[in-house]
């Protein structure tokens, strides 16, 4: 059974850091695509960020390039978002996920509601 738990949310002013957790239990790391997502009140859920869990090509959402990065511990089966220079714009649920199909290496991993496992959410609020 696979369980996906983030953590790292809270609240933060404007220009501030975050850094998300999502560790996985019941899933391997190395053939699929993960990826971060987020719901903001009255909003539809949108990728963020991806990557495919055994390599480094990575996918970014137009609004978050350049200022989020999604990173992971393939050892600890743990991913990653750093999120930099957050702005009010940013406040959401964020939820990562995991793809249950195997993908080559060098797949452009998506951003789009495709994955299999999800998990329960944490909280991002930025206030300005």
């Known amino acids: 059974q696979v369980q996906l738990v983030e953590s790292g949310g809270g609240s933060v002013q404007a220009g501030g850091s975050l850094r998300l957790s999502c560790a996985a239990s019941?899933?391997?790391?190395?053939?699929?695509?993960v990826a971060w997502f987020r719901q903001a009140p009255g909003q539809k859920r949108e990728g963020v960020a991806a990557?495919?869990?055994?390599?480094?090509?990575?996918n970014y959402a137009d609004s978050v390039k350049g200022r989020f990065t999604i990173s992971k511990d393939s050892a600890k089966n743990t991913l990653y978002l750093q999120m930099n220079s957050l702005t009010p714009e940013d406040t959401a649920m964020y939820y990562c996920?995991?793809?249950?199909?195997?993908?080559?290496?060098?797949?452009?991993?998506?951003?789009?509601?495709?994955?299999?496992?999800w998990g329960q959410g944490t909280q991002v609020t930025v206030s300005s």
């Open positions: 990557v495919h869990s055994g390599a480094d090509l990575t």
């Open positions: 019941g899933y391997t790391y190395g053939r699929s695509c």
């Open positions: 996920a995991a793809d249950r199909t195997a993908r080559p290496l060098g797949t452009t991993c998506s951003l789009g509601e495709s994955y299999a496992y």
